[in-house]
T-cell receptor
Framework: GAVVSQHPSWVICKSGTSVKIECRSL??????MFWYRQFPKQSLMLMAT?????????EQGVEKDKFLINHASLTLSTLTVTSAHPEDSSFYIC?????????????FGNGTRLTVT | AQSVTQPDIHITVSEGASLELRCNYS??????LFWYVQSPGQGLQLLLK??????LVQGIKGFEAEFKRSQSSFNLRKPSVHWSDAAEYFC???????????FGKGTHLIIQP
């Protein structure tokens, strides 16, 4: 079945540095990818919608200059956390729509655990 | 805007017993409804979904859910749980297909021997 690969699965970085997380659709083309954030014992919160070849659409309260999203190809979207701070420590999950229809299933990556020290 | 409520933060069930996880949503029209399961440190796995049609939906791993419009609910059920079912369960709603999902806060399922 359709697979979404997310890399890295975990990362530790120092405060003030930037971290890039990749989300790849391995056997299908994804025109739309979504980025979620999950705080410990909390629900997943949609951060942004990433469309190939256009600017990402950010949810209210998400800083677009801090969470840079690039969707340069139909199989890859990246999330860069810039100037990371400890409060950015979280579990980030991407999902990709597995077909051209808006009813196509969503496939989730396994997530990236970010720890900012 | 749509919202999802999972009223039970934790549920403990004996192995072999039946299970029902509650989910209520708020949305003006019929949404797309989903149940996902998340094992520790893992991503999400889709259990089942409802778009339209038969309101009783069968999913993987023996799970089913019933959409009740009058109650704005989409409760997840399983007749007999297994120890491997211990995980976090999320109910989610999508309204336009093109948009991302709105998730409930999740229910942590504990299976006791």
């Amino acid at each position: 079945g359709a697979v979404v690969s997310q890399h890295p699965s975990w990362v530790i970085c120092k405060s003030g540095t930037s971290v890039k997380i990749e989300c790849r659709s391995l056997d299908f083309q994804a025109t739309t990818m979504f980025w979620y954030r999950q705080f410990p014992k909390q629900s997943l919160m949609l951060m942004a919608t990433s469309n190939e070849g256009s600017k990402a659409t950010y949810e209210q309260g998400v800083e677009k200059d801090k969470f840079l999203i690039n969707h340069a190809s139909l199989t890859l979207s990246t999330l860069t956390v810039t100037s990371a701070h400890p409060e950015d420590s979280s579990f980030y999950i991407c999902s990709a729509r597995g077909g051209p229809s808006n009813n196509s299933p969503l496939h989730f990556g396994n997530g990236t655990r970010l720890t900012v020290t | 805007a749509q919202s999802v409520t999972q009223p039970d933060i934790h549920i403990t069930v004996s192995e072999g017993a039946s299970l029902e996880l509650r989910c209520n949503y708020s949305y003006g029209a019929t949404p797309y409804l989903f149940w996902y399961v998340q094992s520790p440190g893992q991503g999400l796995q889709l259990l089942l979904k409802y778009f339209s049609g038969d309101t009783l939906v069968q999913g993987i791993k023996g799970f089913e859910a019933e959409f009740k419009r009058s109650q704005s609910s989409f409760n997840l059920r399983k007749p007999s749980v297994h120890w491997s079912d211990a995980a976090e369960y999320f109910c989610a709603v999508g309204v336009g297909g093109a948009d991302g999902l709105t998730f409930g806060k999740g229910t942590h399922l504990i299976i006791q021997p």
